[in-house]
């Protein structure tokens, strides 16, 4: 390596305590020192028990009078040793707390430097405090490691390191630096499932939890006293007798100086700060989805206002969260309601430091509306004065639903949009979350697995947001290892509670589910007769949804089936369901020919005006994954077809509320009979498939029933050919095998003999019409005869039930 490691660290301004550190580590300084000061307190303890406890006449200690001098002698020697690991701690903090003011390579960066032997940079990051951490969290450790490194062949990296003078040398960089420059630690990481990504967003853990460790032992720094209330605070304001019976205080004292603030909610709450420094109508309402953190916005507003960063117009002002729901249910007529209510406002106004703040405000509104109380115009002099600062919460529904209209709320409230988080911020926060449940429970969280709870956590489940339902996730992830006794927190245990709690497979494909994915086809074709093409489409789809490469901000799949009724169009889509969702039950299904009308979108996202909910909405809401079935797709409304094409390329819908319907995971399946004439005349003419495709998706287009953008937007349009007489037998094979099914459940069996299916091929084989007239035939023909024979005695449990042909004359 062309960097001297060893001048490096003797000409870092961090020198004399990394020796310090490499003699005397802080972590036994810190214990020692609190050793020594209990014993020291014990020692002076017992020298003064004596003459304290005498004048109370209480325990006799006489015996400690004589031991005086002995004591004196412990408490002389521990002293000066206490002295020394304290000096010690200081001259160390004194410099390693400087670290970002002065020092151009951080201190943990350092310590690696220091350990160095042989210019080996990767080993010595490897075996230090950082790096095993790091490690660690990417789920690399013990035997890995080692391995690694007695393998490896090339120990010395031939570049120089690059110090930027603006910014300091990290952990983060220095992993970096190895990864781009070293090929074998690379290909390591990459054995391991680590990818730069996964190992700087390890490394950005670590430094985060370091800089969280030294904010807590740096107790004397100005945010950790910021966070100890004044003497007196309480005193400041006016007295809240009536609003202190509904509300408490969202406070900046105290609370945990662990948490991190994403850049969103900062710049959240700079917009907050804005408006409430107005000089009139300062009044916030914020809007956001259950979950996405309006509470915690109004505790990091807390925050700045109590370490002094805000602006002077809210300095030493206080919010206190007014508890609507418990103020509702304390009232009973609407006299009551306003005197108490206008009482606590004014007793806010005359403290002169309050920023009241109420959640669920429409709820508020629609529960006083109850009682005949207009809460808006009751308190519209206040919202337009300088008297009283509001902030109200309100979720994305009921903001649009009773709010958005109303002009008061217009004109008085500044309104401000809390969305979800980015999934890096969201990681951040869950980072947090996983850090909390470490110390309730003895588990270890990799990064990977983290990683995957995010993603799931956006991808499979579509209530709530991220990453609310992310920590959820995470909760109930580590309350099942528990209790299976797993400790270890990895991707795999991800995928095994997303498989559990949706039928959707994910994760590594196991060999019994890569046998199926690879003899899909054959599978399908056990259910389906012909209809080769199909069959591939929809395996080689599966296949490429199985896997992970298809596009996660669409359908899992979305094709069309072309072809006239009764050729597998239906069939295939509860095949597909029950292949890939494990359950053939798995499939909603929506009759196209009842959205024709004007009001068809309507029906299907549901209506403002009227407060009908939509059935498609309602639909992908209860059952998110699996098979969507639209029937006849032909018969729906040019507006019909224009939301699928947004659901086919986007994947979510907005419902009446404005709330998005997420459709990604499920497999959507149009079925059409157009061109189903076309397809039937030439397959009487024997044309091939290949050779009348793109004019059969012409025909379609020049009779306006699809947009060439609509059909385009489809993975695939399949064609389904009419069924040949051989089909056609193979069918009712099948079909008879079903009823056979549920016969044995009654105890009787069905004998399937040539008879029966020449019967049935002669009553209901019509190729054009495909084998719904066969399933005809059994319904009217053969059930009708068992059901007389069970009914009338001629058969019952146990018996064998066999036709003959003068059965059928």
């Keep these: 390596m062309i960097l001297d490691l060893c001048k490096t660290v003797k000409e870092s301004d961090l020198y004399s305590v990394l020796i310090l550190e490499k003699i005397f580590v802080h972590k036994w300084r810190h214990r020692i020192n609190n050793l020594l000061s209990f014993l020291i307190f014990v020692a002076i303890a017992l020298l003064i028990a004596p003459f304290v406890l005498e004048k109370f006449n209480s325990v006799n200690l006489d015996f400690l009078v004589y031991e005086t001098l002995k004591i004196i002698g412990i408490l002389l020697i521990l002293l000066p040793l206490w002295l020394a690991v ?97 090929q074998e630690f690379e290909d390591f ?78 710049e959240i709450v700079n917009n907050i700060e804005t408006v409430l420094s107005r000089a009139r109508e300062a009044n916030v309402i914020l809007v956001g989805e259950e979950g996405v953190g309006k509470i915690e916005v109004l505790q ?122 980015a999934l890096e911020e969201a990681m951040i926060v869950l980072q947090e979350a996983a850090r909390d449940l470490e110390h309730s429970y003895p588990v270890f969280f990799t990064y990977l697995a983290l990683e995957e709870v995010i993603t799931s956590a956006d991808r499979y489940f579509t209530d709530g947001v991220i990453p609310d339902k992310a920590i959820d996730l995470a909760v109930e992830l580590v309350s099942v290892l528990v209790k299976n006794d797993k400790y270890l927190v990895e991707k795999e245990d991800v995928f095994n509670l997303v498989r559990a709690k949706t039928n959707i497979p994910v994760g590594e494909i196991k060999e019994e589910e890569r046998a199926g994915l690879v003899d899909m086809e054959d599978i399908l074709h056990k259910r389906v007769i012909g209809q080769d ?35 597998g169009k239906t069939e295939t889509a509860k095949a597909l369901a029950e292949i890939f969702f494990k359950n053939e039950e798995a499939i909603s299904r929506l009759d196209m020919s009842e959205y024709q009308g004007e009001d068809a979108v309507d029906k299907l996202i549901g209506s403002f005006e009227n407060g009908r909910s939509g059935l498609l909405a309602n639909i992908l809401r209860e059952k998110p994954y699996g098979v969507l079935l639209l029937d006849e797709l032909e018969k729906a409304s040019k507006g019909v077809h224009d939301l699928f094409l947004q659901i086919i390329d986007e994947g979510v819908f907005s419902d009446m509320k404005g709330k998005k ?28 498939y290949e050779n009348f495709k793109k004019e059969l998706v012409d025909t379609i287009i020049d009779r306006g029933i699809f947009k060439p953008e609509f059909l385009n937007r489809f993975d695939a349009v399949v064609t389904f050919q009419p069924l040949k007489s051989d089909e056609l037998r193979q069918i009712a094979v099948l079909m ?42 059994i319904q009217d023909k053969v059930e009708i005869k068992i059901a007389k024979m069970l009914i009338s005695g001629k058969i019952k449990n146990g018996s064998t039930v066999e036709f003959k042909e003068e059965d059928f004359t």
């Design 300 to 421: 990091d507003f807390a925050k700045i206002i109590t370490q002094r960063t805000t602006v002077p117009q809210l300095e030493h002002k206080i919010i206190v969260l007014f508890d609507s729901g418990l103020f509702i249910s304390s009232v009973k007529e609407k006299q009551e309601f306003e005197q108490t209510f206008l009482k606590i406002l004014k007793e806010s106004v005359d403290a002169g430091n309050i920023i009241l703040a109420i959640d669920k405000f429409a709820d508020f509104l629609l529960n006083a509306r109850k009682l005949g109380v207009e809460v808006l115009t009751l308190i519209d002099s206040y919202l337009a004065s300088d008297r009283l600062q509001l902030i109200v919460l309100s979720d994305i529904d009921k903001f649009h639903q009773f709010l958005e209209q109303d002009p008061i709320v217009v004109r008085r409230f500044e309104k401000i949009i809390m969305e979800q988080p």
């Design 189 to 266: 990481l990459f054995r391991n499932g680590i990818r730069e990504k996964q190992l700087v967003g390890s490394a950005e853990w670590i430094i985060r939890e370091t800089e969280l460790k030294k904010k807590k032992e740096q107790w004397w720094s100005r945010e950790s006293l910021e966070r100890v209330p004044c003497i007196g605070i309480g005193l400041a304001q006016g007295v809240t007798y009536t609003l202190g019976q509904f509300s408490v205080t969202i406070s900046g004292y105290g609370g945990s100086i662990d948490k991190v603030s994403t850049a969103k909610t900062k």
């Design 86 to 182: 304290y000096l010690s701690e200081l001259f160390f903090r004194s410099l390693y707390f400087k670290e970002k003011e002065e020092s151009l390579i951080g201190f943990e960066v350092l310590k690696i430097f220091r350990d160095t032997r042989n210019n080996d940079l990767v080993e010595s990051f490897l075996f230090s405090k950082a790096g095993g951490k790091i490690m660690s969290r990417c789920g690399i450790y013990g035997d890995k490691v080692q391995n690694f490194l007695a393998e490896r062949k090339n120990k010395i990296i031939d570049k120089e390191i690059s110090f930027d003078p603006q910014n300091i040398f990290t952990v983060k960089d220095l992993v970096l630096f190895l990864y781009e420059n070293n």
């Design 661 to 688: 319907v997420n459709a990604r995971n499920v497999v959507l399946i149009a079925t059409s009979n157009a061109g189903s004439d076309l397809i039937w005349k030439m397959s009487q003419n024997n044309v091939p």
């Design 736 to 777: 008879l095998g079903g009823l056979r099914k549920r016969l044995k459940n009654q105890g009787i069996d069905l004998l399937i003999n040539e008879v029966l299916v020449d019967y049935l091929m002669k009553q209901g084989s019509d190729p054009k019409f495909g084998a719904r007239p066969m399933n005809r035939a």
């Design 533 to 567: 093409e199909a069959i591939k489409v929809v395996s080689d789809a599966v296949r490429r949804a199985r896997s992970g490469i298809q596009n996660s901000k669409r359908p899992m799949g979305t094709f069309l089936f072309i072809g006239s009724t009764g050729v």
